[in-house]
């Protein structure tokens, strides 16, 4: 089991920056490509960024590229999403996603993610 937690979302003015950290504990951090995805009210869960096993290669949303940077710190078994000039359509629950893989693929359908965190609220205002 991998237990995934995310913190560092809050309420934050359009333009404005958050970084949202992702801990992860539980297994072999490196064995595992990353997500992030997120979920507005009366949405579906979409797709936001995604880091591989080895963090050289990054994938993101359109809506996000440009804006928002995913990184990974194996010394601290973390994920991170450094998020910039948020917009009010940001405004979601963030998540973190967790998928032990022994290629160097970057994972972005929530289906090929088996473990997620609890999330954290991310509210950008006008």
């Known amino acids: 089991q991998m237990q995934l937690v995310e913190s560092g979302g809050g309420l934050v003015q359009a333009g404005g920056s958050l970084r949202l950290s992702c801990a992860a504990s539980g297994r072999t951090f490196s064995n595992f490509a990353l997500g992030w995805f997120r979920q507005a009210p009366g949405k579906e869960r979409e797709f936001v960024a995604a880091?591989?096993?080895?963090?050289?290669?990054?994938y993101y949303a359109d809506s996000v590229k440009g804006r928002f940077t995913i990184s990974r710190d194996s010394a601290k078994n973390t994920v991170l999403l450094q998020m910039n000039s948020l917009k009010p359509e940001d405004t979601a629950v963030y998540y973190c996603?967790?998928?032990?893989?022994?290629?160097?693929?970057?994972?972005?359908?929530?289906?090929?993610?088996?473990?997620w965190g609890q999330g954290t609220q991310v509210t950008v205002s006008s």
């Open positions: 996603g967790a998928q032990f893989t022994s290629s160097r693929a970057i994972l972005t359908g929530e289906y090929e993610f088996r473990y």
């Open positions: 880091i591989s096993r080895s963090g050289d290669s990054t």
